[in-house]
């Protein structure tokens, strides 16, 4: 998984368009796409930088990337969890946990989120 500042680089060259990365994040929201319905925990909620993925074939949005949680609500975004609880995650919650709490099977413990 990207540190911090590995997902800093990678978001830059995003919303630069520098590189081969493809953002249109939000575009087709009805759409059953990854990157227009669904989340990873790759990245923080309501990450600075656009959404993003890799452009290897450049096929409609079937590339690895950074698809992070969006809300309207500041500081944070609402998750539905595995338990079928839904909790208000902050956006500044440590890259690391966030992360975790998106493996399954990971080992990883995860602490006060």
Request: contains cysteine; aromatic residues 10%.
């Amino acid at each position: 998984m990207p540190d911090a500042a590995h997902l800093s680089a990678y978001g830059v060259q995003c919303e630069g368009g520098i590189s081969n990365q493809h953002s249109h994040a939000g575009r087709e929201w009805i759409a059953g796409m990854q990157a227009q319905t669904v989340f990873n925990t790759i990245a923080p909620p309501n990450w600075r930088f656009p959404t993003c993925q890799d452009c290897t074939g450049c096929g409609w949005m079937d590339s690895d990337g950074v698809f992070p949680a969006r809300s309207y609500h500041p500081g944070g975004a609402n998750h539905g969890l595995a338990d079928g609880s839904v909790r208000f995650i902050s956006e500044t919650v440590d890259t690391r946990t966030y992360q975790y709490l998106g493996t399954r099977a990971g080992g990883e413990t995860v602490g006060q989120f």
